[in-house]
């Protein structure tokens, strides 16, 4: 059984920073992606950043030039560095792991999302 826990989310002032962490734990033999998605209230799912296991890196255009994606592949963990946050990036932040399975089939694996409030 794969376990995603996830941490650092919290209350933050407009224009500062959060790291948020997750690491990934169980059964685990290889991996194709990391990443965070995000559901604000009222909102859409929407994905935040990825990163393969090669280290291809995606962005949400939102995001792009204040969040940054990393991973430390030795402990499953993917991390996303948060700077110049706004009132808009206010959402459930939720851990997302990509398991190669067979052929071009993937297993998704989700953490239990983490709060981040970006107050104005």
């Known amino acids: 059984q794969v376990q995603l826990v996830e941490s650092g989310g919290g209350l933050v002032q407009a224009g500062g920073s959060l790291r948020l962490s997750c690491a990934a734990s169980?059964?685990?033999?290889?991996?194709?992606?990391m990443g965070w998605y995000r559901q604000a209230p009222g909102k859409q799912h929407e994905l935040v950043a990825s990163?393969?296991?090669?280290?291809?890196?995606n962005y949400a255009d939102s995001v792009k030039g204040r969040f940054t994606i990393s991973t430390y592949n030795a402990k499953n963990t993917v991390y996303l560095q948060m700077n110049s946050l706004k009132p808009e990036d206010t959402a459930v932040y939720y851990c997302?792991?990509?398991?190669?399975?067979?052929?071009?089939?993937?297993?998704?694996?989700w953490g239990q999302g983490t709060q981040v409030t970006v107050s104005s």
């Open positions: 997302n792991l990509k398991v190669p399975v067979g052929g071009s089939t993937l297993d998704n694996y």
């Open positions: 990163i393969t296991s090669g280290g291809s890196t």
């Open positions: 169980g059964s685990i033999f290889s991996i194709d992606s």
